[in-house]
């Protein structure tokens, strides 16, 4: 990876720790979830008037990164809901690169390294560190973290596959992004009602911030995989544990403990050696 692309990568990174920490603190976080969609639905449909539309042969990768991302949205909303940012969150990111370089390998012909071993221990070790303490499990919301994972995972090899075919990586991002915040609010309704999905509230500003800034991290990540592997931008862009760390004492009074501090180093160091 060039030096442009790793700057860009680690931008992301403290992007996607930001509006992850928005969301946390989010009193109603489905709503604030869907607010973050509407947001990013807006700003990709006015993008998408100034792009060409992306070639036919990415339609289908586009459409499933938005279902994807739905089930992703879901996942992350119920590991918030039962866990700290700094403990589910590194869960999640953490147990994602590993995925993504096993997929990549399969789906996408990547080819895995033989490193990549070291880094699939450190990451498991880290999550464990996390998740598990005196033999007993200390994180409730482990199964929903690590569902996120593998959204994290999926969605990730296929808009990594679906940028390369479609000849414009900002066209493919807004187009999925579209798709992906129409979806959000449609079961929102369905799940609850549309009138409270339109009510003011103090948050919604501050939700919708949270999805400009989502909408901008997760594009400079698909740009960054048109040219570089998946397995190494996905581990670069998981650097954002450590901001999380700081992020959730900062904002949430959540412990920063030395045994946290170390599993989320250990996560951070066997995603970098997978990538």
Request: charged fraction near 10%.
């Amino acid at each position: 990876m060039s030096g442009t692309l790793i700057s860009l990568t680690l931008f992301a990174a403290l992007l996607h720790a930001t509006w992850n920490t928005l969301l946390r603190g989010g009193k109603d976080k489905l709503w604030s979830m869907t607010i973050m969609c509407v947001a990013i639905a807006f700003t990709s449909v006015i993008m998408a008037l100034f792009l060409p539309i992306p070639a036919r042969a990415s339609w289908k990768y586009a459409l499933l990164s938005a279902l994807l991302h739905v089930g992703y949205n879901l996942f992350l909303i119920r590991s918030y809901q039962s866990g700290e940012l700094s403990q589910t969150y590194p869960v999640a990111r953490g147990s994602s690169p590993l995925l993504i370089t096993c997929a990549a390998a399969l789906f996408a012909g990547e080819k895995i390294a033989f490193h990549t071993l070291g880094g699939i221990v450190l990451v498991s070790s880290g999550i464990l560190m996390l998740a598990v303490r005196q033999r007993r499990l200390a994180m409730p919301g482990v199964k929903h973290a690590l569902g996120t994972g593998a959204f994290i995972a999926a969605y990730s090899v296929v808009d990594g596959m679906g940028v390369r075919v479609s000849g414009h990586a900002l066209a493919y991002t807004v187009w999925m992004s579209a798709l992906w915040g129409v979806m959000m609010p449609a079961l929102y309704i369905i799940l609850r009602d549309s009138k409270s999905l339109l009510c003011w509230r103090p948050e919604l500003l501050s939700a919708a911030a949270g999805g400009l800034v989502s909408l901008l991290a997760y594009g400079i990540i698909i740009y960054a995989m048109a040219s570089a592997p998946m397995g190494a931008v996905s581990a670069l862009r998981e650097t954002s544990v450590l901001f999380v760390a700081v992020l959730g004492y900062w904002f949430f009074g959540e412990a920063l403990t030395f045994r946290k501090i170390l599993a989320c180093t250990v996560i951070v160091t066997g995603t970098l050696l997978i990538g």
